[in-house]
C-alpha cells in the first residue's frame, strides 16, 4: 500500500502563531507544509510573499510545498526557491512558456509541479508529464479557503492517475480542496498520493488524529 503525503496548507493555521502551528504539523505526522501564496491579481486574495516563507523555513526541516496562485510566476519563482521552496507548483492557467518554467525550476536543484483549476482538462497539462514532478488538482476554484469539494474533479483524478500509470512517469497527483476523512478516501481511491488540508485539520485541537483520519 502507497504511502500518502499529507500536506496541511497554513491558508488556515493562526497568521500569529505561524511558529506554533508548524510545530504542531510536525507532531501530527504530517510530511509536508502547504504554502498558498496569492497574489491578488490571478485570484482574488492577497497571502504570503518569499518573506514569510524565509521565516518559517528557520523553523521547521519539514517539506515546504509552495503553490504559487499568482498570474507571473516566472518573475518571482526563485525568491521562493531561495527563501527554502522544496518543490514550486504554478498554474497551467498562465501565459508564461510552461515547459521552460517547469525546466528552469527543476534544473536550480528543486522539484516542479503544475496545477489546474476546476475548468481547465487533463489535456492542457498532458504534454508536459514527463518532465512533472507533480501535477496538482484544484478540487474548488482557487483562491479562498473554507470551500466545498467538487465531487466531479474525482474523475480528473482518474483520468490523469491512468496516464501517469501508462506511461510510468514520475509524477504525483496532490488534491486540494475541501479534503476531509470522507473526501480523502474517496480522492486516495482515484488515484491520489498527496493531499493538502487546512480547515479540517486546523479546525480542531486534536491535530494528531485528524491528520491520521485522512490516511484512512
Not at 502547504?34 to 491578488?40: K, P, Q
Not at 522544496?86 to 525546466?103: G, P, Y
Request: aromatic share 8%; with cysteine.
Amino acid at each position: 500500500m502507497k504511502k500518502i503525503i499529507i500536506a496541511p496548507s497554513i491558508l488556515s493555521a493562526d497568521f500569529a502563531a505561524l511558529k506554533h502551528d508548524l510545530k504542531m504539523i510536525e507532531e501530527s505526522g504530517a510530511d509536508w507544509v502547504h504554502i498558498d501564496v496569492m497574489d491578488g491579481h490571478f485570484v482574488p486574495n492577497i497571502t504570503v510573499g518569499p518573506v514569510v516563507v524565509k521565516s518559517l523555513r528557520k523553523e521547521t526541516e519539514l517539506f515546504f510545498d509552495v503553490h504559487l496562485m499568482i498570474t507571473n510566476p516566472e518573475k518571482y519563482w526563485r525568491k521562493f526557491k531561495e527563501a527554502g521552496a522544496d518543490l514550486i507548483t504554478f498554474h497551467s492557467e498562465i501565459s508564461a512558456e510552461k515547459k521552460k518554467l517547469v525546466e528552469d525550476i527543476r534544473s536550480s536543484g528543486i522539484k516542479a509541479g503544475i496545477s489546474i483549476k476546476p475548468k481547465t482538462p487533463v489535456s492542457e497539462i498532458k504534454a508536459l508529464l514527463p518532465y512533472l514532478n507533480l501535477v496538482l488538482i484544484m478540487t474548488v476554484e482557487p483562491g479562498f479557503g473554507g470551500q466545498s469539494f467538487m465531487e466531479d474533479m474525482i474523475a480528473k483524478i482518474k483520468v490523469l492517475r491512468k496516464i501517469i500509470d501508462e506511461n510510468k512517469y514520475d509524477c504525483l497527483i496532490e488534491v486540494d480542496g475541501g479534503i476531509n476523512s470522507r473526501t480523502a478516501s474517496i480522492c486516495i481511491g482515484a488515484g491520489a498520493d498527496a493531499l493538502v488540508s487546512g480547515s479540517y485539520i486546523f479546525a480542531t485541537e486534536n491535530h494528531v488524529e485528524v491528520v491520521k483520519s485522512l490516511f484512512v
